[in-house]
């Protein structure tokens, strides 16, 4: 009876719907080699609907590339070196995602990474705009709120802007939010449900702590406490990791949640639901980070923000315009960095001699 129960359940799992489809994709890495990108690669290696996953760096990738093919999963992994090899390695790509440039340092601010950063995604978004406009692209890379708002202008001067398949990877914080709740709570993590929203650094990091479920009952200072530490948990990892970077493995295990929920989604499974930061009308700043329902094109629906506590309006009305000048400053970037392109790319050819 055991075994035919068994047998049962297999055939219905293998034969359902989203099991059919979720057998052939190509997920690139950029950045692979770094930090987060290297325990990245292994934890979506581990998703058997992989036929092809790119790895590129602008560091040789060879050995990272041949230890992960011995993994005893379908598909192949191959290696993209530089940017002049940007463009075949995200050629054909169902999802990209970006984990290159550099991470924080003690004592700096997520912001003061954009001048090392911005051109990372400046080029990402152009050689995606040329080689799979159809993608879904999803940056890891800081200052997220610049960095969407600079892949977004420039997928936008290219044509090919969807507002739907553009992302900015924030769960890492909402599993933070759900272990230091839970730990508060003295649960699972995992059974926590909390929706995090605004944008990825200091205060713009808003946990709705009053729509947490299970409901969280400790008291203003304690839930005061909480929320400083989810916004800055980050600064926490920096200081830990003394002059070592910034958080990679967390940042990995999010990273690879949120590109297996988009997988999920592409593969036609209903009800994915992921935090993430994105262009967003549900308020006035136009990139903003809230629940979305993914779907086989990438966003299906903006969930509205949950009912909110005084305290929690407050600290909203507070982060946005900090949202609004991060969008400013992340679209000036990509507007230099494309006039500078301008500039370099001769207009017409040099007429024959
Ligand atoms: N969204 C989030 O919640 C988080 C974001 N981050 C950010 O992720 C980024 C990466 O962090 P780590 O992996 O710790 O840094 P890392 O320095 O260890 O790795 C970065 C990798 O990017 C590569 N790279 C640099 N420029 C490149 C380019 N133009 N094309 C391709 N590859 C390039 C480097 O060679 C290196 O292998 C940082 O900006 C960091 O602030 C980190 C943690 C959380
Ligand atoms: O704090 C940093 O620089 C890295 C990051 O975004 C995080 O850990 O949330």
């Known amino acids: ?49 992989i036929r092809e996953l790119a790895l590129h760096d602008i560091n040789e990738m060879k050995g990272i590339a041949t230890d992960l093919s011995h993994i005893s999963k379908p598909g192949r992994v191959t290696t993209f070196v530089g940017e002049s090899q940007l463009e075949a390695a995200v050629s054909g790509a169902n999802v990209v995602v970006v984990a290159a440039g550099m991470p924080r340092l003690p004592g700096m601010e997520r912001d003061q990474l954009m001048a090392a950063n911005g051109g990372v995604a400046a080029k990402v978004a152009s050689a995606v705009s040329v080689a799979c406009p159809g993608t879904l692209l999803a940056f890891i890379t800081n200052p997220i709120n610049m960095i969407v708002p600079t892949a977004a202008e420039v997928l936008k001067a290219n044509g090919v802007f969807n507002p739907r398949r553009l992302f900015g990877i924030t769960t890492l914080d909402v599993v933070r939010a759900k272990k230091f709740i839970g730990t508060a709570m003295g649960k699972d993590p995992g059974n926590v449900d909390i929706t995090v929203i605004g944008g990825h650094a200091g205060i713009t990091i808003l946990p709705l702590l009053s729509t947490c479920k299970p409901p969280y009952l400790g008291e203003a200072k304690e839930i005061e406490k909480l929320i400083h530490r989810i916004q800055e ?25 949120f590109v297996d929920s988009l997988l999920r989604a592409i ?15 549900l308020t006035e700043a136009p990139f903003f980070a809230s629940s979305l329902e993914l779907g086989r094109y990438g966003i299906k629906r903006y969930l509205e923000i949950p009912q909110m506590n005084e305290l929690e309006m407050e ?26 392109l301008e500039k370099t790319v001769p207009t017409a050819l040099p007429e024959a001699q």
Request: hydrophobic share 45%; net charge positive.
């Open 315 to 340: 600290a909203l009305a507070k982060l946005l315009p900090i949202l609004r000048k991060n969008a400013e400053e992340g679209i000036d970037f990509a507007r230099k960095y494309l006039k500078q």
């Open 1 to 49: 009876m055991m075994l035919l129960g068994r047998l049962k359940s297999q055939l219905v799992a293998s034969t359902s719907p989203w099991r059919l489809l979720a057998r052939n994709y190509k997920v690139t890495v950029v950045g692979a080699g770094g930090g987060i990108g290297q325990p990245l690669s292994l934890l979506i290696r581990q998703n058997a609907g």
């Open 233 to 257: 948990a980050g600064t926490e990892v920096v200081k830990a990791k003394a002059g070592n970077g910034s958080a990679t493995l967390s940042m990995a295990y999010a990273g690879a949640q």
């Open 267 to 281: 593969g036609g499974q209903e009800g994915v639901v992921e935090c993430a930061f994105v262009a967003s009308e």
